[in-house]
């Protein structure tokens, strides 16, 4: 069946821009989590929702990021006035009970 | 806070056994896990164990936990040139099953033919 998909697969913006990630979960999968991977920090947890539940933002790193998710399934990654440490690849998982399923993760550099 | 540590390089020969070690410091981890990731590809999950278990054998996999000295290992049998990839051990956060996951910084396997 379809896996986690992500887009867009990459993504180049000016300092300053706002961007908007989005996750296309597995259908189905009541959970859904937002990590970033870069090569000074490895992978860090950003956000994770859980059915109707309140999400868990205690990892996004400052308040210019936030992320909502519709209807239970697609979700969406804002960063607001992008900075150049924000450079990395944005991961996306769902799971429907432990197993977390990761998406090809969307590229961002900010120039 | 939670930490997880595993060595940064491993060098094996085609053919031979690769054994990748990990160490975590949250006792309360429900599972703990492995992910495979291949250059410019997000990350694949090879296996996981549960706490109260010691051991899990999966194929060419075999996974071994430690729970006192909070240690976890993956032996891959076999090692092929296809196994080359950084593989990264994870725990779960907060003594839950769900919940989001603390992952080591990775180990680059590469198998030489």
């Known amino acids: 069946g379809a896996g986690v998909s992500q887009s867009p697969s990459n993504k180049v913006t000016e300092k300053g821009k706002d961007v908007e990630l989005r996750c296309d979960p597995i259908s189905g999968h009541t959970a859904l989590y937002w990590y970033r991977q870069s090569l000074g920090q490895g992978l860090e947890f950003l956000i994770y929702f859980q059915g109707n539940s309140a999400p868990d933002k205690s990892g996004l790193p400052s308040d210019r990021f936030s992320a909502e998710r519709t209807g239970g399934s697609v979700s969406t990654l804002t960063i607001q006035r992008t900075q150049q440490e924000d450079s990395a690849v944005y991961l996306c998982?769902?799971?429907?009970?432990?197993?977390?399923?990761f998406g090809p993760g969307t590229r961002l550099t900010v120039t | 806070g939670e930490d997880v540590e595993q060595s940064l390089f491993l060098s094996v020969r085609e053919g031979d056994s690769s054994v990748i070690n990990c160490t975590y410091t949250?006792?309360?981890?429900?599972?703990l896990y492995w992910y495979k990731q291949e250059p410019g590809a997000g990350l694949q999950l090879l296996t996981y164990?549960?706490?109260?278990?010691d051991m899990k054998q999966d194929q060419r996999l075999t996974v071994l936990l430690n729970k006192k000295d909070k240690h976890l290992s993956l032996r891959i049998a076999d090692t092929q040139t296809g196994d080359s990839a950084i593989y990264f051990c994870?725990?779960?956060?907060?003594?839950?099953?769900?919940?989001?996951?603390?992952f080591g910084k990775g180990t680059k396997l590469s198998v030489k033919p």
């Open positions: 949250d006792s309360s981890s429900t599972y």
């Open positions: 994870a725990e779960t956060v907060y003594g839950g099953s769900q919940g989001n996951l603390i």
């Open positions: 998982a769902s799971s429907a009970t432990h197993e977390q399923y």
């Open positions: 164990i549960f706490s109260n278990m």
